[in-house]
């Protein structure tokens, strides 16, 4: 049976880490451009929540207390913060320079990172946002309303006809869609299969074939997702680079450097570029840069 | 620009936006700049800043738009901590929890909802002379920020 826990964590084993169930700690981001952040700091403190600094994050907070929820304050009402894991707040810090580009983000909804890409913007430039569903879009407008963006335009597409916009773009961030993790998703041994993951690699690669396409020479792409699953990570990025002249650029930022050998398969080098993020202070993740070769 | 500029007159402001920058889609208006106006096609689905809707031949606005009149000259209360809680979760502002009138205080007149640091939560109409000492409850509640909030639970 190529699914249930005993068979994933195997396969984690494999890859050198031992399961260990995780609590995951809710974390903010601090929108800098409607607050400085040490003002923040303040607000929040003297409204009673207890914020714990991330170590390895600008502008994130784990909430150590807080007597109410978080996304009811008025601070988070008038966009001062958003609700966003910690290593999701990773892949929008690893672009150079964003101020005054052109910005793809090609899996938008809803919209916790073109929030947060706009923010590093300072709202300048331009970012082109894309998402499939109806629903998301409409949670991402919301987001984007609150939290005062202005840089953003925001199409109802599939990015794997991202073509279709003829547009060329300097940065593009790709936050995959992805079987998750089990650190983010209690049910997830019980709900996830290889087969899923298999689709959802698939899936990854039209979405990354396509958008590569858009970037521009000398261009940043960053691919991240929220799965612990090779297919969908260094797998996918091999084949990125075995097919699509991409190459992958050191980063620096929390996280293992990736395994170049996956399940006795031997991959290019530099997959070590790559960064994995097994569950513990975070939920799981991956990211990596790439650019053309 | 006309529903607009008439919304911002009703707080006695004047808004200066460039025309040519206001993007109409079916029935919501957005605020571009040039580099944006490039970068849209009539497919979209939001651009740059929101400004509001026409919905039944009345104008909604946007938080976003709402921000723009408050730093202009305009009908503003400023409220107190607790009345900021209050007025947030959909309640309307007593007399009690002003702090500061900035322009009208005609009943009928709008005005908008203001927290000490300056922030716009909303706006509201005057339901009493706010200088009678008759007049409690001040400002009946039309729209703040906890809307956010509320449209989830709408879409969920």
Known sequence: MMSGKEFFVNRYEKLGWKFKDIELKQAIRVNNMNIAEEEFVKRMQASGIELEKIPFLKGGYWIYKSKFSVGATPEYLLGLYSIQEAAAQIPATLFTDLKDKMVLDACAAPGGKTVQLADLMRNTGVIVALDVDKRRLTALSNHLERCNVHNTVVYKMDSRQASKLNMEFDRILLDMPCSGNFAADKEWFKRRTIKDVERNAKLQREILAETAKLLKNNGELVYATCSLEPEENELNINWAIETLNLQTEKINCYGEEAPTNIFDKQLDNSIRNCKRIWPGQTQGFFVCKLKKA | ?156
């Open chain 2, 1 to 156: 620009m006309k529903p607009i500029k008439d919304f911002a007159s009703r707080f006695d402001a004047i808004i200066k936006l460039d025309e040519n920058l206001i993007v109409k889609k079916e029935n919501r208006y957005f605020l571009v700049n040039e580099n944006l106006k490039r970068a849209i096609d009539k497919d979209f689905f939001y651009a740059g800043a929101y400004l509001g809707k026409i919905r039944d031949d009345k104008f909604f606005p946007s938080f976003i738009l709402l921000r723009m009149i408050a730093k202009e000259k305009a009908n503003k209360i400023i409220v107190n901590e607790k009345t900021e809680w209050l007025f947030v979760c959909g309640r309307d502002v007593f007399k009690g929890g002003i702090i500061q009138i900035v322009g009208s205080k005609r009943r009928g007149d709008y005005a908008l909802i203001i927290n000490q640091r300056g922030e716009c939560l909303g706006f509201g109409k005057i339901l009493c002379n706010l200088d009678e000492e008759k007049c409690k409850v001040a400002v009946k509640n039309i729209l703040d920020v906890g809307d956010f909030l509320r449209r989830e639970t709408r879409q969920t």
